[in-house]
């Protein structure tokens, strides 16, 4: 089954609008995350990652983690079209972690 | 800004034929993945090697045998191809250790009539 669920599954937010997406993991070892972006026709890209409790912000985008809960989210601020793109959540367990599982994914659409 | 090529970019099989995806990498990663995407299931990790010669079971190995003969190849082989295997196929790689990134390839197409 999938261990880290996403929600939702599609969002749309108007040009200069806050998106927030959710990641949640089912297994308390997944300790690295990683928000990854993919646009049409490509393969994902790394958008950030986060590995202690609380907020990372990168510009326009703020990731938060609360391992106690084993959520993770992603807000963007002053959303973009070019932010219309699927996100995916990732995550690695302790011990193994080359194991990289990735989350069911949220389609973004920024309405301009 | 790290490379990961796969091949071929589209393909289509029949059900019962052998059908073998590849992957190079120049980043010189330890790690490589393989993952498939699919609508609601997000990208499901298929297998993965931590170096040349080695392959591990990821979460949905069942129908799919991988080869790592170099630390910049990994190939995906499908024995026996099933319409269930329609699906694109992603490739990445990444360094050792926990704090790493993957990085993707574009993505093979894959249709199984």
């Known amino acids: 089954q999938q261990k880290v669920q996403q929600s939702p599954e599609s969002l749309s937010v108007p040009e200069g609008g806050m998106a927030s997406l959710n990641c949640t993991s089912s297994?308390?070892?997944?300790?690295y995350f990683w928000w990854y972006r993919q646009h049409s026709g490509e393969g994902p890209k790394a958008l950030m990652s986060i590995f202690s409790d609380g907020d990372k912000k990168e510009g326009r985008f703020t990731a938060h983690l609360n391992k106690a809960s084993l959520h993770v989210s992603l807000h963007i601020r002053d959303s973009q079209p070019s932010d219309s793109a699927l996100y995916f959540c990732a995550a690695r367990r302790v011990p193994n972690t080359n194991k990289v599982v990735f989350g069911t994914g949220t389609r973004l659409q920024v309405l301009p | 800004e790290a490379a990961v090529t796969q091949s071929p970019r589209n393909k289509v099989a029949v059900t019962g034929g052998k059908v073998t995806l590849s992957c190079n990498q120049t980043?010189?990663?330890?790690?490589m993945y393989w993952y498939r995407q699919d609508t609601g299931h997000g990208l499901r990790l298929i297998h993965y090697s931590y170096g040349a010669g080695s392959t591990e079971k990821g979460d949905i190995p069942d129908g799919y045998k991988a080869s790592r003969p170099s630390q910049e190849n990994f190939s995906l082989i499908l024995e026996l191809a099933t319409p269930s295997q329609t699906s694109v196929y992603f490739c990445?790689?990444?360094?050792?250790?926990?704090?790493?990134?993957?990085?993707f390839g574009a993505g093979t197409r894959l249709s199984v009539l």
């Open positions: 297994d308390r070892n997944f300790q």
């Open positions: 980043n010189n990663h330890n790690n």
């Open positions: 990445a790689s990444g360094g050792w250790g926990a704090q790493n990134t993957l990085y």
